[in-house]
């Protein structure tokens, strides 16, 4: 293949070489034979033979050269056979993998749309699209598939990688041909074409099913099984945050340590299925009576804490007040279609007034919310306040 001389230039030189070997033959055989066989009758016969001899001669060359070259013709072909057969082979291997895959396999160009000039089978069922609705942007692009701040993301980490001749792997966001969302992770690597050219090839697998996973672990590491609130961690997380606001720009930040009364006598009368229908209506019913800013979480068995930011001491007063009336207004459902009565002790403490870390925050809620069950219960008591405790019905 790399020989620079075509078959008409070998051929011809072939066809040369034997015009001149046979005009010389012919030439000089002729005066050879005159001189060293001067009688006509033995000059004839010599004649005769030197053409024969020729002839054989040339057939024998002639031979040599076809045998030579069909037997490399049958071995060529012969290798093209075997190759194309591996070939077949290889791509019916490939084709089935691909089509196996539990995503797809793609090929496509470097640019804004990740237009796509292959799409294995497995498109389908991923993404809602037959392969060829994707390929060469059909009926839509597969980047429009990507939300728009993924879509910028991905376009720079794969940048990076093409820049480190590296292998870049993403987590994104899918929008299918039905509507529904999907989580998919990409691997894959560019490759330069024989014009220069960039492509990108990889695979695209659906790990929807993780990332739910991976949700549910985070919120089972936040919340309460039980109620749904923060849980004793994340609320302290909270309170942590919410007081560096308020220090940050001098507001007031208010905490209700909640306590329920005598809880533990629906646990022994009704049982602890009971008891914990009571705690989930209750903990909506805190979650739904105080603002979108409000954190509400469950400390500990009774015990609920909220985090009311920028909240002063008079007005934390008044919601924890609005809260326990509203308690003692709705009594709770114990699952099986009975209610019971039900009130909660409050204990009031706001920054900075009565302390000014969460440690100490906490512990003067709490403190104040005995107080309020020494006072009798169903009330609200201010931390170190000991003479403003409100019992209003």
Same mark, same amino acid.
Request: hydrophobic share 40%; aromatic share 8%; net charge negative.
């Given at each position: 293949?790399?020989?620079?001389?075509?078959?008409?230039?070998?051929?011809?030189?072939?066809?040369?070489?034997?015009?001149?070997?046979?005009?010389?033959?012919?030439?000089?055989?002729?005066?050879?034979?005159?001189?060293?066989?001067?009688?006509?009758?033995?000059?004839?016969? !010599?004649?005769?033979?030197?053409?024969?001899?020729?002839?054989?001669?040339?057939?024998?060359?002639?031979?040599? !050269?076809?045998?030579?070259?069909?037997?490399?013709?049958?071995?060529?072909?012969?290798?093209?056979?075997?190759?194309?057969?591996?070939?077949?082979?290889?791509?019916?291997?490939?084709?089935?993998?691909?089509?196996?895959?539990?995503?797809?396999?793609?090929?496509?160009?470097?640019?804004?749309?990740?237009?796509?000039?292959?799409?294995?089978?497995?498109?389908?069922?991923?993404?809602?699209?037959?392969?060829?609705?994707?390929?060469?942007?059909?009926?839509?692009?597969?980047?429009?598939?990507?939300?728009?701040?993924?879509?910028?993301?991905?376009?720079?980490?794969?940048?990076?990688?093409?820049?480190?001749?590296?292998?870049?792997?993403?987590?994104?966001?899918?929008?299918?041909?039905?509507?529904?969302?999907?989580?998919?992770?990409?691997?894959?690597?560019?490759?330069?074409?024989?014009?220069?050219?960039?492509?990108?090839?990889?695979?695209?697998?659906?790990?929807?099913?993780?990332?739910?996973?991976?949700?549910?672990?985070?919120?089972?590491?936040?919340?309460?099984?039980?109620?749904?609130?923060?849980?004793?961690?994340?609320?302290?997380?909270?309170?942590?945050?919410?007081?560096?606001?308020?220090?940050?720009?001098?507001?007031?930040?208010?905490?209700?340590?909640?306590?329920?009364?005598?809880?533990?006598?629906?646990?022994?009368?009704?049982?602890?299925?009971?008891?914990?229908?009571?705690?989930?209506?209750?903990?909506?019913?805190?979650?739904?009576?105080?603002?979108?800013?409000?954190?509400?979480?469950?400390?500990?068995?009774?015990?609920?804490?909220?985090?009311?930011?920028?909240?002063?001491?008079?007005?934390?007063?008044?919601?924890?007040?609005?809260?326990?009336?509203?308690? !003692?207004?709705?009594?709770?459902?114990?699952?099986?279609?009975?209610?019971?009565?039900?009130?909660?002790? !409050?204990?009031?403490?706001?920054?900075?007034?009565?302390?000014?870390?969460?440690?100490?925050?906490?512990?003067?809620?709490?403190?104040?919310?005995?107080?309020?069950?020494?006072?009798?219960?169903?009330?609200?008591?201010?931390?170190?306040?000991?003479?403003?405790?409100?019992?209003?019905?």
């Amino acid at each position: 293949m790399n020989d620079n001389q075509t078959p008409l230039r070998r051929a011809s030189w072939a066809a040369l070489v034997y015009l001149i070997a046979g005009v010389a033959w012919i030439a000089f055989s002729d005066s050879v034979a005159e001189a060293w066989f001067p009688d006509p009758e033995t000059l004839s016969v !010599v004649q005769t033979w030197k053409g024969f001899f020729f002839v054989l001669t040339t057939g024998l060359v002639l031979f040599a !050269v076809l045998f030579r070259q069909l037997a490399k013709d049958r071995a060529l072909l012969s290798l093209q056979h075997s190759q194309r057969q591996a070939l077949r082979n290889r791509e019916r291997q490939l084709q089935v993998l691909m089509d196996n895959l539990p995503g797809m396999a793609y090929r496509c160009r470097y640019d804004p749309q990740w237009t796509m000039l292959f799409v294995s089978q497995g498109c389908a069922s991923l993404t809602g699209y037959e392969p060829e609705e994707l390929i060469e942007n059909r009926v839509t692009s597969y980047a429009s598939l990507m939300d728009d701040e993924d879509s910028e993301r991905i376009f720079c980490e794969v940048k990076a990688a093409l820049a480190n001749d590296e292998s870049f792997s993403l987590e994104y966001g899918l929008t299918c041909k039905d509507g529904s969302r999907i989580w998919v992770w990409e691997r894959g690597r560019g490759v330069e074409e024989d014009d220069g050219t960039i492509v990108l090839e990889g695979i695209v697998l659906d790990i929807t099913d993780r990332k739910e996973l991976e949700t549910e672990l985070e919120e089972l590491a936040t919340r309460d099984p039980l109620t749904g609130l923060f849980n004793r961690r994340e609320m302290s997380k909270v309170l942590e945050e919410e007081l560096e606001r308020a220090r940050r720009y001098q507001r007031p930040m208010a905490l209700l340590w909640i306590d329920f009364d005598h809880f533990k006598d629906v646990n022994d009368t009704y049982g602890h299925a009971a008891g914990d229908s009571v705690l989930r209506s209750v903990s909506r019913l805190l979650l739904g009576s105080v603002r979108s800013v409000d954190s509400v979480g469950r400390f500990g068995g009774e015990e609920f804490v909220i985090v009311l930011p920028e909240m002063d001491l008079d007005e934390a007063r008044d919601t924890a007040e609005r809260l326990r009336r509203r308690v !003692v207004e709705a009594p709770q459902p114990l699952g099986d279609g009975n209610t019971v009565p039900l009130t909660i002790s !409050v204990g009031v403490a706001v920054y900075p007034e009565h302390a000014q870390n969460a440690a100490a925050l906490c512990a003067a809620a709490d403190k104040a919310m005995y107080l309020a069950k020494d006072r009798g219960r169903n009330c609200v008591a201010m931390a170190h306040l000991h003479d403003q405790v409100h019992n209003e019905s």
